[in-house]
């Protein structure tokens, strides 16, 4: 470790133990990128997440409140039903003219039930394909949510619904001797690998689970926006962040940190999931035409070639833009550029420059590409040094205030 990074390491430590955190000058210094050592960044990201109040005094009982209130979410929202639809199954009392599994009217109980196993089964696709270049969301949690997985449940919890719903999608073909074949319709197109259901055993859960149960919980409190796939793209680095933490009182808690801290970012970024509002001044078609306004006012001759070659913003900046680059680098460069967004005031703006500045650093070859070698360019962005990209996009930000 160099003297300088050991000297910036020792600026964070200075900065994160004012008794009220000075913001502005942690900004300063996260913009830079954040430090992994001693769980700094996992601390500066629920700051910059307006997770942590400012007031370090107040964390303690701040945590302890909030990682109640999300056991709560967990008792109502996965406990509850599971031990309702235990109950439904075996005793006939429930199964009443007013709620049965065939009964229309909206509020009933199971008609939600099915409705939310629709956006479960959304959600688990999704989540199972968390980047599969690595394996940590596949391997076990040190911290299981005990609360899901006490041994004693005998109700349905999330998994069992999964693997339910999964049985009974199932398609079954009947040949002429009459025996029965069933076979998965995603098997059956190798849409999944062939490991794609196996579960690790009992009292264990993989990374992924937990992000599963952290999305469902947010689709059911947020029923007007509920699941849009890509979410999962914005919770996987928050948790990695969180549950490689060195600190492992920091580290239990990943699962209901990860919660807020992604409440937070969607009420920022939620716009960009609802179709309803995309030509809005909030939604997305503004933000993919604002790349190239900025580009239009930066590099006239670039925006001109891609608007000759009639390669419209939508095209790749509709995927860099709602998912914060997640999807364009591996994820410690992912990190990475997260730690200079978090830590901008003005993050969502500053993601149009990266995404700019993106776009001139390959300017030579899109001026000299067809409309296909540009195409593949963009949607699989050719430059891997994220510090380049951030340096370039900050020389904007500087040119465009002075």
Request: net charge negative; proline share 5%; hydrophobic share 35%.
């Amino acid at each position: 470790m160099s003297t300088a990074y050991r000297n910036r390491i020792q600026e964070f430590k200075a900065a994160l133990s004012e008794e009220t955190i000075n913001l502005s000058t942690l900004r300063e210094l996260c913009f830079n990128g954040i430090p992994f050592e001693g769980g700094i960044r996992s601390l500066c990201w629920k700051i910059l997440l307006n997770y942590l109040p400012l007031d370090q005094t107040l964390w303690e009982s701040f945590l302890k409140k909030q990682r109640e209130v999300y056991s709560q979410f967990l008792r109502e929202m996965i406990i509850q039903p599971g031990l309702a639809k235990a109950n439904m199954g075996l005793s006939r009392e429930d199964v009443t003219l007013e709620d049965h599994p065939l009964n229309p009217n909206p509020d009933s109980r199971w008609n939600t039930y099915f409705k939310d196993n629709e956006i479960l089964l959304q959600i688990d696709k999704d989540v199972r394909r968390l980047y599969p270049d690595m394996a940590f969301f596949q391997r076990p949690t040190e911290y299981p949510c005990q609360l899901i997985l006490d041994p004693q449940n005998d109700y349905e919890t999330l998994r069992t619904r999964v693997e339910q719903t999964t049985l009974k999608a199932q398609t079954v073909n009947r040949n002429r001797s009459g025996v029965t074949n069933v076979s998965s319709p995603g098997k059956s197109l190798h849409l999944y690998p062939s490991n794609e259901y196996e579960v690790l055993p009992a009292g264990s859960e993989a990374h992924w689970e937990v992000v599963e149960r952290i999305l469902f919980i947010y689709a059911k409190l947020n029923p007007g926006l509920a699941y849009v796939q890509g979410m999962n793209e914005l919770v996987g680095p928050v948790y990695y962040t969180f549950a490689t933490d060195p600190n492992s009182q920091w580290k239990e808690h990943a699962e209901a940190d990860t919660f807020f801290c992604f409440t937070s970012l969607m009420s920022e970024n939620r716009d960009n999931f609802i179709k309803s509002l995309d030509d809005s001044q909030c939604g997305i078609t503004y933000k993919m035409e604002s790349v190239y306004a900025m580009l239009r006012d930066k590099d006239p001759q670039l925006h001109h070639r891609l608007e000759e070659q009639n390669i419209k913003p939508q095209y790749f900046t509709f995927r860099w833009l709602t998912l914060l680059l997640s999807q364009e680098f591996l994820l410690p460069d992912v990190i990475r550029i997260w730690d200079t967004l978090f830590s901008d005031k003005d993050r969502f703006h500053f993601l149009v420059l990266v995404c700019c500045a993106m776009l001139i650093l390959i300017r030579d070859s899109l001026l000299s590409g067809d409309f296909t070698v540009n195409m593949r360019s963009l949607q699989d962005y050719p430059i891997s040094d994220v510090h380049l990209i951030l340096t370039k996009a900050k020389d904007l930000q500087d040119n465009s205030s002075s």
